[in-house]
């Protein structure tokens, strides 16, 4: 019940176009649900959050959609850009407690 | 974004010696600091969480007498790797929560990796 799964493991798109990763969970507890981006030998930079309240979440061309019935939700990355390319992932966490990570998605945009 | 910063980036170190690294918030204080190890192309796996002025938290399955972690001030953490050997070879990851605003957020360190030989 503590799983966050992340889905795709990768992903190749061009650039312009609008890579999509999906997060599912499974408690209903969670209500903070952070993106993280990550380079190669980097640690994670938080990209945008959102919280249960709000169906969607804008920050610049990140865009994070949540379905709170279906227990999901989403990062989009509009016009995206070969510089996007990086490890993306999902978190959650409830009554600030601890993040459970994704697997991770490993996004290649092509020039 | 609240800054974190780790020291070293990067250590090599003989098999059996300790290596300790540190872990700063540098604009915000943190009462609670965790510690995360990644392996290679793998998610997060967290280690331990770090409460300033008590005990760490260790997960499930991590050696608390081979990873010490002291979190002494409001902005520094420090993990000590003791004796360590080539298994423990490694991406080392902390964050610190910053509850500013009444929001509940965790920035992440640029990371350090240890290599034992």
């Known amino acids: 019940q503590q799983q966050v799964k992340q889905s795709p493991q990768s992903l190749i798109v061009q650039k312009g176009g609008i890579p999509i990763i999906n997060c599912a969970y499974e408690n209903t507890a969670f209500d903070y649900f952070p993106w993280y981006q990550q380079f190669p030998g980097k640690g994670p930079a938080l990209l945008i959050a959102i919280r249960p309240d709000v169906s969607e979440k804008k920050e610049g061309r990140f865009t994070i959609s949540f379905n709170k019935s279906a227990k999901q939700f989403s990062l989009h990355i509009m016009d995206s850009q070969p510089g996007d390319s990086a490890t993306y992932f999902c978190?959650?966490?409830?009554?600030?407690?601890?993040?459970?990570f994704g697997t991770g998605t490993r996004l290649l945009v092509s020039p | 974004g609240a800054v974190v910063s780790q020291h070293p980036s990067r250590v090599i170190c003989k098999s059996g010696t300790s290596v300790k690294i540190e872990c700063r918030s540098l604009?915000?204080?943190?009462?609670?600091m965790f510690w995360y190890r990644q392996f290679p192309k793998k998610s997060l796996m967290l280690m331990a969480t770090s409460n300033e002025g008590s005990k760490a938290t260790y997960e499930q399955g991590v050696e608390k007498d081979k990873f010490l972690i002291n979190h002494a001030s409001l902005t520094l953490s420090t993990l000590t790797v003791t004796s360590a050997h080539p298994e423990d070879s490694s991406f080392y990851i902390c964050?610190?929560?910053?509850?500013?605003?009444?929001?509940?957020?965790?920035?992440f360190g640029p990371g350090t990796r240890l290599t034992v030989l």
């Open positions: 604009d915000f204080q943190a009462t609670t």
């Open positions: 978190a959650a966490s409830g009554g600030f407690q601890k993040l459970v």
């Open positions: 964050s610190a929560r910053d509850l500013g605003g009444g929001a509940d957020t965790q920035y």
